[in-house]
């Protein structure tokens, strides 16, 4: 019982939040929406760190969220809307960061880390087939000794 | 090149080792101001003391000034009061005030009864100032040269250890450099 009140409390209480951000921001298109929340999401929240301004509800994301907004309805580009916010709170607002020499480490890391494995799997191989090749598994007499053997036992298995 | 190979952990935990340690004492929220060694934004918003004054940002012109971002609503302005009340009293620098998201009533009974440190205070019930200089959190104090160019941002309390070891520094330093 009380999950079933908790539930629907869940259910009315998200209902409500959904209807909230429609009511403030009204948005010509369908596409003009999508453009907003793409920005919301793409952009962090100063205060709360961890958190894009579209989950965060400090008051400092909300006036973030109401000039990204503002700014759309002036016909500002994506691009003018980020540096105008960057200008005031530095590049730390961005989740994705300009590629320059600073963050060059940073996005090359997933590149390095693939070249290093490849690498370390091309060693592994390489060691294998040279260890293969120098040093036969069995010397021709073992080998003539199992020839016999399996002979012998495929002679037996037929009889 | 297996007894090489032994060595690997080791290695491993000292580049660990050096990024982690590098980062201890570091404290993540304090973001380094994006509008260092620029000019204070442009803003036009009343005097708190005096509704019928203007003020904009010819105020920063002249000479070195603190420019404290407060509000009745924050715990921690509170607590810093007492100190800019004293580097108020000892004048080595003229203090600014910026009421930051509040309302002037409470404002006003807040420095009757604490004191007021701050030679002028900027009256902003919207943030908007606040905003164009990336303030995200209250209590924040800029240092601000006699050209209006913000040469620091301390985010958090100002007390004596942030007021000797990093704020007089910083106002020294814009001093000699005229």
């Known amino acids: ?159 | 090149m297996k007894r090489l190979l032994l060595f690997l952990p080791l290695l491993v935990a000292v580049v660990v080792g050096v990024v982690l340690f590098a980062g201890i004492g570091k404290d993540p929220t304090k973001l380094d101001s994006a509008l260092i060694g620029k000019q204070i934004p442009a803003f036009s918003l009343k005097d708190l003391k005096q509704p019928e004054t203007t003020l904009d940002e010819g105020l920063f012109q002249g000479e070195i000034t603190l420019l404290n971002v407060w509000g009745t609503w924050c715990p921690a302005c509170r607590d810093e009061h007492d100190d800019l009340m004293k580097v108020a009293r000892e004048k080595k620098v003229a203090i600014i005030g910026l009421n930051y998201k509040d309302n002037r009533d409470d404002a006003l009974v807040w420095l009757d009864r604490l004191g007021d440190p701050y030679r002028t205070v900027i009256y902003d019930p919207k943030g908007t100032l606040g905003f164009d200089l990336g303030v995200y959190g209250a209590p924040e104090t800029f240092v601000i040269d006699a050209s209006g160019v913000v040469r620091y941002r301390h985010v958090g309390v100002v007390n004596d250890q942030v007021w000797e070891q990093i704020l007089l520094p910083v106002i020294n330093e814009a001093r000699e450099n005229g």
Do not use: H
């Open chain 1, 1 to 159: 019982m009380l999950r079933m009140v908790c539930f629907l409390l869940a259910i009315t209480a998200s209902g409500y939040s959904v209807a909230d951000v429609s009511a403030v921001y009204g948005f010509e298109s369908r596409g003009e929406e999508q453009r907003y929340q793409n920005l919301i999401a793409e952009l962090r929240c100063p205060k709360c760190q961890n958190q894009n301004i579209a989950d965060s509800n400090s008051p400092i994301s909300k006036d973030m969220r109401n000039v990204v907004y503002q700014m759309m309805l002036d016909g500002a580009s994506n691009e003018e809307i980020v540096e105008s916010l960057v200008s005031r709170f530095g590049e730390f607002v961005k989740y994705k960061p300009d590629l320059d020499s600073r963050t060059f480490v940073l996005w090359a890391t997933p590149a390095i880390a693939v070249l290093v494995g490849l690498l370390v799997v091309a060693g592994v191989v390489v060691r294998s087939r040279r260890a293969g090749t120098a040093a036969p598994a069995l010397s021709s007499e073992e080998q003539a000794r199992i020839d016999k053997m399996l002979a012998e036992r495929n002679e037996g298995g037929s009889a």
